[in-house]
């Protein structure tokens, strides 16, 4: 798809009568990018790219229609029918059990979550995967964004997925989302015990014609519910989990509160160099000295 993709970019840049500069800069990219769309090589260009070059080559949307068959290639083939699903959907709800949805997902938070798993071959296909991931994310501010409800298990807040650092500012992002109106955030807090969906994640979609799919996903597969019975029992799941997890002003506090704890723990030293720090200190005249196991031994008295 992402050749047949460039094959069209360069038939229509041709007839056009236009360089790769000229259109790169028509779309405000650089000539070397054009070159990479129409070798179907590097990262696949973004929807908004996409809109760009059927704008400039005058396509009548055949790009835009396109484009979401050229970004599911970089994921595996059991989750390409859900994202299609996904990209019509008037709404989503989502019990996320281990990372937060890729829908909230910041760029280094998805880099790092997609750079682990059995799926991934090479660097490129995690740029591949990373630019389509971050291309979901612009229907969220589009017109018709879909409505978002979301409940993240309490391991999602607390696993420190890329480092502190970046989940301090994954937490600060999933917060600023939250203020919007068509996006609504639970916990379900550890001390709710078991639950139907332990081990895994679950998504519900609602299309427009009010039909519903539901998708279950574990680390390294995932599972498309069409079947209308079988949706209808995964629905009453959510709303169990739903029903368990904190209401939604109580988990924004949970998550203010555990996005300063990962902030205050980003500052400690590792325990190396904490060690090292108080060894130092407590060699200091007067002071205690530390066993090589972490025991304290008194200083020596002199004798008179």
């Not at 992402?2 to 779309?27: C, D, K, N, Y």
């Not at 990209?87 to 997609?114: C, D, H």
């Amino acid at each position: 798809m992402a050749a047949m993709f460039g094959s069209r970019v360069r038939r229509l840049r041709l007839a056009a009568g236009l360089t790769q500069a000229e259109l790169g800069s028509m779309v405000h990219v650089v000539a070397t990018r054009i070159t990479q769309i129409e070798r179907a090589s590097g990262a696949k260009p973004t929807r908004d790219l996409a809109r760009a070059l059927d704008s400039a080559l005058g396509a009548d949307e055949l790009l835009v229609d396109l484009w979401p068959y050229v970004h599911r290639e970089a994921f595996p083939d059991w989750s390409r029918a859900f994202m299609a699903y996904a990209e019509r959907a008037v709404s989503i709800q989502e019990y996320a059990a281990s990372v937060v949805p890729g829908l909230l997902q910041t760029e280094e938070y998805a880099r790092a979550v997609l750079r682990v798993g059995l799926t991934l071959h090479s660097p490129e296909q995690l740029e591949e995967r990373l630019t389509a991931r971050m291309g979901r994310q612009e229907r969220l501010d589009s017109n018709d964004r879909p409505e978002l409800w979301v409940v993240l298990d309490e391991a999602v807040l607390r696993r420190p997925v890329g480092g502190r650092g970046v989940m301090c500012a994954q937490l600060e992002a999933l917060l600023a989302a939250a203020s919007e109106r068509r996006l609504t955030v639970q916990v379900l807090p550890f001390d709710q015990g078991e639950h139907d969906m332990m081990g895994g994640s679950l998504t519900l979609l609602t299309m427009p014609d009010g039909s519903r799919v539901a998708y279950t996903e574990g680390a390294q597969h995932g599972r498309l519910v069409e079947e209308p019975t079988d949706v209808t029992e995964l629905a009453l799941t959510y709303d169990r989990l739903r029903a368990a997890a904190l209401p939604p002003l109580m988990s924004l506090d949970m998550i203010r509160s555990v996005r300063e704890d990962h902030h205050h723990g980003a500052k400690v030293p590792p325990r190396s160099v904490r060690r090292r720090l108080a060894q130092e200190q407590l060699q200091q005249p007067g002071g205690w000295q530390l066993r090589g196991g972490g025991g304290r031994i008194p200083p020596r008295r002199s004798r008179a």
